[in-house]
């Protein structure tokens, strides 16, 4: 019995000591929320075709008879702000049962004891997060030119408006998918840092999903204190709320020649305010975000 459990522990003594790569972790995470993810993209597809046909209203007729351009940028604009809103809190959600679903059922136990460090595994799961809001914008940009398409042919029977295309367009266009890319990064950043700060579902999805509208909701409260104290004050602190430099960042970094009117969604900042600005302060917001994130996951511990 004796040499038995020499041999035993001999052999464990000798078994390298299990490590999990960050491709395999990353590959696991998305696993666990593949049916969520299909299941809100499904939801989040049906929720856009429905605002894009509410957005093709007879006026578009005209537009894109005698400025088809313009039809084209009203396209893309007003379809972006649409993809923002929406896949804004579809990732708040995937990010909030990736990350916050693991401390409140302990799961995150068994995956560091597969050999996962607490800070791997946040960066796996930021970086999946990342590559999915990636995809998801792709393809709804795909889908964004596929019913263009349909309509323009549905309302003049050609794609000849697809001639007035321009260079400016195409950089144009860039810009607007920029910022929504940095709409998306924030947007997980954000569910993230709430998650990990309350180690828990209910907690990280509940601070998540009321953060930009307190951020609207307090643009508009500043307004009425502003009116009421006569104090410029007040309109200055909106231009360093997160959720209104958002709403309105199409309108700071797009030329105004290009601009539909519906580039842009929801309460902005109540004082004119740069482009250049705009992405300082929401850099530091994501940076803010990140280090809350990471610091709490190394620092704390995961106890039972």
Same mark, same amino acid.
């Given at each position: 019995?004796?040499?038995?459990?020499?041999?035993?522990?001999?052999?464990?003594?000798?078994?390298?000591?299990?490590?999990?790569? #960050?491709?395999?972790?990353?590959?696991?995470?998305?696993?666990?929320?593949?049916?969520?993810?299909?299941?809100?993209?499904?939801?989040?597809?049906?929720?856009?075709?429905?605002?894009?046909?509410?957005? =093709?209203?007879?006026?578009?007729?005209?537009?894109?008879?005698?400025?088809? !351009?313009?039809? !084209?940028?009203?396209? +893309?604009?007003?379809?972006?702000?649409?993809?923002?809103? !929406?896949?804004?809190?579809?990732?708040?959600?995937?990010? /909030? #049962?990736?990350?916050?679903?693991?401390?409140?059922?302990?799961?995150?136990?068994?995956?560091?004891?597969?050999?996962?460090?607490?800070?791997?595994?946040?960066?796996?799961?930021?970086?999946?997060?990342?590559?999915?809001?990636?995809?998801?914008? @792709?393809?709804?940009?795909?889908?964004?030119?596929? +019913?263009?398409?349909?309509?323009?042919?549905?309302?003049?029977?050609?794609?000849?408006?697809?001639?007035?295309?321009?260079?400016?367009?195409?950089?144009? /266009?860039? $810009?607007?998918?920029?910022?929504?890319? $940095?709409?998306?990064?924030?947007?997980?950043?954000?569910?993230?840092?709430?998650?990990?700060?309350?180690?828990?579902?209910?907690?990280? %999805?509940?601070?998540?999903?009321?953060?930009?509208?307190?951020?609207?909701?307090? /643009?508009?409260?500043?307004?009425?204190?502003?009116? &009421?104290?006569?104090?410029?004050?007040?309109?200055?602190?909106?231009?360093?709320?997160?959720?209104?430099? %958002?709403?309105? !960042?199409?309108?700071?970094?797009?030329? =105004? @020649?290009?601009?539909?009117?519906?580039?842009?969604?929801? =309460?902005?900042?109540?004082?004119?305010?740069?482009?250049?600005? @705009?992405?300082?302060?929401?850099?530091?917001?994501?940076?803010?975000?990140?280090?809350?994130?990471? &610091?709490?996951?190394?620092?704390?511990?995961?106890?039972?």
């Amino acid at each position: 019995m004796s040499t038995q459990i020499v041999v035993t522990r001999s052999e464990q003594a000798s078994r390298p000591p299990v490590h999990a790569s #960050f491709l395999g972790i990353m590959r696991g995470e998305f696993l666990k929320i593949t049916r969520l993810f299909w299941s809100m993209l499904l939801l989040l597809s049906a929720g856009f075709v429905v605002a894009f046909w509410l957005g =093709a209203i007879s006026d578009s007729v005209k537009d894109l008879q005698n400025t088809p !351009l313009r039809f !084209l940028y009203y396209s +893309l604009e007003g379809n972006l702000v649409v993809v923002r809103i !929406l896949g804004g809190i579809f990732l708040l959600v995937l990010t /909030s #049962f990736t990350i916050g679903r693991e401390y409140q059922y302990g799961t995150i136990r068994i995956l560091l004891a597969r050999g996962a460090g607490r800070v791997q595994l946040l960066l796996a799961k930021l970086a999946m997060l990342f590559l999915v809001a990636l995809a998801m914008l @792709a393809f709804f940009v795909v889908f964004i030119v596929l +019913l263009t398409c349909i309509q323009m042919f549905v309302l003049v029977g050609n794609l000849n408006g697809l001639n007035a295309l321009t260079s400016a367009f195409w950089s144009n /266009s860039w $810009i607007d998918l920029l910022t929504v890319m $940095i709409s998306m990064g924030v947007t997980i950043l954000l569910a993230a840092a709430m998650n990990v700060l309350g180690r828990s579902l209910t907690f990280g %999805l509940s601070a998540s999903l009321i953060w930009f509208p307190i951020d609207n909701i307090g /643009s508009l409260l500043m307004n009425a204190l502003a009116r &009421v104290t006569h104090n410029n004050f007040w309109f200055n602190v909106t231009t360093y709320l997160l959720g209104p430099l %958002l709403n309105r !960042l199409p309108t700071m970094l797009l030329p =105004a @020649a290009v601009r539909t009117g519906f580039e842009s969604f929801g =309460a902005g900042p109540l004082s004119s305010v740069s482009g250049s600005h @705009a992405l300082w302060v929401i850099t530091a917001y994501a940076l803010v975000f990140f280090v809350v994130a990471l &610091v709490s996951t190394w620092k704390r511990d995961v106890k039972e």
